[in-house]
């Protein structure tokens, strides 16, 4: 049974380029949401999606938005990259239900932005 | 607004001696608590989790967890610490609407041989 799979795993850009990051949920999860975790911080709710819309937003600027999938994937787009976006992001994913539900995270994927 | 707090940045142990690493939590109601641990480069793994019932939550790796409701904590323990438990430690408290996980800082633990 293969966890959250998040690609890719490192990648640079420029200032003002825009980025795209993928994840795949664990096998039997619909809901998935983005964490951004900065150095030496914990990690930050972006936010959540749930059958291929955004349920709930945490505190950050519209440069970043999302997409959720029929298969129940998705895609994490941020826009003019700022160097202050350069992140570990984190997907994770959990069953829709109650708040008690376990949330699995991926490995993430390494932003730098130069 | 539901916060975590993890006062520690760094919990420094000898192996095979018990390890706690502290969390206290502010929430209204009722709270959903859960323990992470990160390695160096890698992603979250979920050790344990409280969310009602017996105040002590046996987790991954022998880890184990004693939620205080009126203390509003919710350590982490192990009774023997191994060299291989080093890493960082996140609290993290479900909001009240039951999407989000809120995390603490993190804590470093580092076991020594």
């Known amino acids: 049974d293969a966890g959250v799979t998040q690609s890719p795993t490192h990648l640079i850009k420029t200032r003002g380029q825009q980025v795209t990051l993928r994840c795949s949920p664990k096998?039997?999860?619909?809901?998935v949401s983005w964490y951004q975790q900065a150095l030496g911080q914990g990690p930050q709710f972006i936010f959540q999606?749930?059958?291929?819309?955004?349920?709930q937003r945490g505190n950050f600027p519209d440069r970043f938005s999302g997409h959720q999938f029929p298969n129940y994937s998705s895609e994490l787009n941020v826009n003019a990259l700022l160097l202050g976006d350069s992140a570990l992001y984190l997907c994770?994913?959990?069953?829709?239900?109650?708040?008690?539900?376990?949330?699995?995270f991926g490995e993430g994927s390494w932003l730098t932005v130069v | 607004a539901q916060s975590v707090a993890q006062p520690e940045d760094q919990v420094n142990v000898a192996e095979g001696n018990p390890l706690t690493v502290k969390c206290t939590y502010s929430?209204?109601?009722?709270?959903?608590l859960f323990w992470y641990v990160q390695y160096p480069n890698r992603g979250l793994q979920f050790l344990l989790k409280?969310?009602?019932?017996?105040?002590l939550v046996k987790g991954s790796y022998g880890f184990e967890a004693e939620f205080n409701k009126s203390q509003t904590s919710f350590h982490l323990k192990k009774p023997s610490a191994l060299v291989s438990d080093s890493a960082l430690y996140f609290c993290?408290?479900?909001?009240?609407?039951?999407?989000?996980?809120?995390f603490g800082k993190g804590t470093t633990l580092s076991v020594s041989s």
């Open positions: 994770a994913s959990s069953p829709r239900g109650q708040g008690g539900n376990t949330i699995y």
């Open positions: 096998s039997g999860h619909d809901t």
């Open positions: 999606y749930y059958e291929e819309e955004e349920r």
């Open positions: 929430v209204s109601g009722n709270p959903y």
């Open positions: 409280y969310i009602t019932g017996d105040n």
């Open positions: 993290a408290v479900r909001d009240q609407a039951g999407t989000a996980l809120i």
